[in-house]
Nanobody, 122 residues
Framework: QVQLVESGGGSVQAGGSLRLSCAAS????????MGWFRQAPGKKRERVAT???????SYRDSVKGRFTISQDNAKNTLYLQMNSLKPEDTAIYYC????????????????WGQGTQVTVSS
């Protein structure tokens, strides 16, 4: 059974950093496209960053230069390093995985974690 478990969320002041982790089990994460999404209260879920099985990464414009997505295939773990955090980054962050890249890009991945809260205060 595929499971994704996020951790690393918390509360920080603007300008601070957090590193989110997503531990995958039940499959080899290196064979999947994976992504980080977030959803703020009253807003739609949005794609933050993705990493393909070949290591190609993508980011939404508002996080480029501040966030870095990476994965450790040996540990089956996905990461999101978040630096220079802003109050508008406040949201629940979810990781997602699917064998098909476009399903992750469209937010229609087969597998999702339960989410971890990130709160950035000004």
């Amino acid at each position: 059974q595929v499971q994704l478990v996020e951790s690393g969320g918390g509360s920080v002041q603007a300008g601070g950093s957090l590193r989110l982790s997503c531990a995958a089990s039940g499959y080899a994460s290196g064979n999947y496209c994976m992504g980080w999404f977030r959803q703020a209260p009253g807003k739609k879920r949005e794609r933050v960053a993705t990493i393909d099985s070949d290591g190609t990464t993508s980011y939404r414009d508002s996080v480029k230069g501040r966030f870095t997505i990476s994965q450790d295939n040996a540990k089956n773990t996905l990461y999101l390093q978040m630096n220079s955090l802003k109050p508008e980054d406040t949201a629940i962050y979810y990781c997602a995985a699917d064998r098909t890249k476009w399903k992750v890009w469209l937010g229609d991945a087969d597998y999702w974690g339960q989410g971890t809260q990130v709160t950035v205060s000004s």
